[in-house]
């Protein structure tokens, strides 16, 4: 990540309004009329790839571009790969299409093409599909997502589901993996999301612990939110003060207790 440098010419308040515009509270821009910190851009972008916001991307990546130079273009290009696989948009087939992906032949190139472009965009290339043709092609697809997926690559095993269910692919494979890395896929975006509030010159340590709270309430069996409210109960009794001898002999009791605490007011608030 590039640490202070300027795209000359691209004013932060520019980008500060498109994305209220876009109805996204920037967490690193500011609205004052300066320079844009290249750095900055990036943490922006990440946080906001993350939270799906892939179309006010595109349009702060255009703004870059139309200012930056060669080297930063550079810096930025991850995040043009980041958007060729990020959420396919969801259209309907037209009806020649859906007859056309009914013809065999058809629909085994369209397959082909369309999973070495996703790969592709990341880098990579088939490792199973090309290999196992003696299959049906849904299954082959299929396990290609179970490949990723053994890999940790939820990324590309959601957008080759994706683009399967454009393709009227369908496998128990297919669906399976899909689901699993949709949800894992959602779990580390939210907590890139949450880097970036609590990270944020523009936020504060309540903003962060009610975002975590709201993750929480939404995905109450994902732990690793639990654990980010620990560290922060934590942090703020050693902050005021609290370490008493009983603090000091059962830190992790009295840390849980607080936030047990926490938890049902939450909820009886909610």
């Given amino acids: 990540m590039v640490v202070g440098v300027e795209i000359k010419g691209l004013n932060q308040q520019t980008l500060f309004a498109l994305c209220q515009k876009h109805g996204w509270d920037p967490l690193f821009l500011a609205s004052a009329e300066v320079d844009v910190n290249v750095g900055d851009l990036q943490r922006e972008l990440e946080v906001c790839f993350a939270a799906g916001e892939c179309n ?11 200012k930056a130079d060669s ?16 959420p396919l948009a969801k259209r309907k087939t037209r009806p020649f299409l859906n007859f056309l992906l009914l013809l065999r032949p058809y629909a085994k190139h369209q397959a082909d093409k369309s999973l070495r472009k996703i790969l592709s965009s990341e880098m990579l290339k088939p490792e199973v599909f090309t290999r196992k043709k003696n299959i049906d092609v849904a299954e082959r697809w299929g396990l290609e997502m179970k490949y990723w997926h053994s890999k940790g690559n939820h990324k590309i095993v959601v957008a080759l589901g994706d683009k399967a269910e454009w393709l009227n ?3 128990q494979l297919i669906a399976r993996y899909l689901k699993i890395s949709t949800l894992a896929l959602g ?6 999301v949450l880097k970036g509030i609590k990270r944020s010159p523009n936020r504060t340590r309540s903003d962060y612990e009610k975002a975590i709270l709201d ?38 009791e009295c840390v849980d207790f607080e936030l047990n605490k926490k938890l049902a007011a939450f909820l009886s608030c909610s």
Avoid at 187 to 192: G, H, K, V
Wanted: net charge positive; charged share 30%.
């Fill in 56 to 66: 006010l991307c595109s349009l702060l990546l255009k703004a870059a571009r139309e």
């Fill in 71 to 86: 080297r930063m273009l550079h810096q930025l290009a991850h995040f043009d790969r980041q958007g060729a696989t990020g």
């Fill in 169 to 171: 692919l369908k496998h």
């Fill in 187 to 192: 779990r580390s975006n939210e907590l890139i």
């Fill in 215 to 252: 993750a929480w309430s939404v995905d109450p069996g994902f732990t690793d939110y639990l654990e980010l409210l620990r560290k922060v109960i934590a942090f703020r009794m050693r902050k005021k003060g609290l370490r008493t001898g009983l603090m000091e002999n059962f830190e992790q």
